[in-house]
């Protein structure tokens, strides 16, 4: 079945701990992107990769990190998590070769940092 | 820059009447626009596009969306709500001109409810 996978589904945590919360797509898609949704604010990019090794700030990337190592997995670091980064995640995927192909989302992370 | 706009927190259809959902635009070239559908705890579902041609939409599970250019807006429509559509939906834009194929901004969400 292709989809786009993420991990864990549910995490809480605690200020400053490091977590990474994967994502991985099985459609060989070269473009992936990282959400974060939150009440009243739809979804805000934080990150894209366009291919293995190419990636570029969305509108929110403060206190994110990303990594696009092979072309299947593009996992979300938070190297020191905060309060304000309490939200539903969601990792989506998609062809780039046109600009009007949908996207494929996975189905969300929800981060609770303490 | 571009952006989408929602102006509906919420609609309220009662099961079998039609729905439109409103969904208005701002892009400096041609605009490319997306409906997405989440239901409870699910990720984001396509829906339907607009890329050029027809300026009626049609999409899965019979939702239909109208582009007008002269209004920026994308409405999505279906002629007879089911209790089952309730869910978020979002419109997103992409500018394609000015921003290639790299950012697909979205819409705050307008949540459907279907009364039985």
């Known amino acids: 079945e292709a989809q786009v996978t993420q991990n864990p589904r549910y995490l809480i945590t605690v200020t400053g701990k490091k977590l990474t919360v994967t994502c991985s797509q099985n459609m060989n898609h070269e473009y992936m992107s990282w959400y974060r949704q939150d009440p009243g604010l739809g979804l805000r990019q934080i990150y894209y990769s366009m291919n293995v090794e190419v990636t570029d700030k969305g509108d929110v990337p403060e206190g994110y990190k990303v990594s696009r190592k092979e072309k299947r997995n593009f996992p979300l670091i938070l190297e020191s998590p905060s309060p304000n980064q309490t939200s539903l995640y969601f990792c989506?995927?998609?062809?780039?070769?046109?600009?009007?192909?949908?996207?494929?989302f996975g189905p969300g992370t929800r981060l609770t940092v303490l | 820059a571009q952006s989408v706009a929602q102006p509906e927190d919420q609609v309220n259809v009662a099961e079998g009447n039609p729905l439109t959902v409103k969904c208005t635009y701002s892009?400096?070239?041609?605009?490319?626009l997306f409906w997405y559908v989440q239901y409870p705890n699910r990720g984001l579902q396509f829906l339907l596009k607009y890329i050029t041609g027809d300026n009626l939409v049609k999409g899965s599970y019979g939702f239909e969306a109208e582009f007008n250019k002269s209004q920026t807006s994308f409405h999505l429509k279906k002629p007879s709500a089911l209790v089952s559509d309730s869910a978020l939906y979002f419109c997103a834009v992409r500018d394609p001109q000015n921003s290639g194929y790299s950012t697909l901004t979205f819409g705050k969400g307008t949540m459907l409810l279907v009364s039985p």
């Open positions: 892009v400096s070239g041609n605009p490319y």
């Open positions: 989506a995927s998609s062809y780039p070769t046109s600009p009007y192909n949908e996207q494929f």
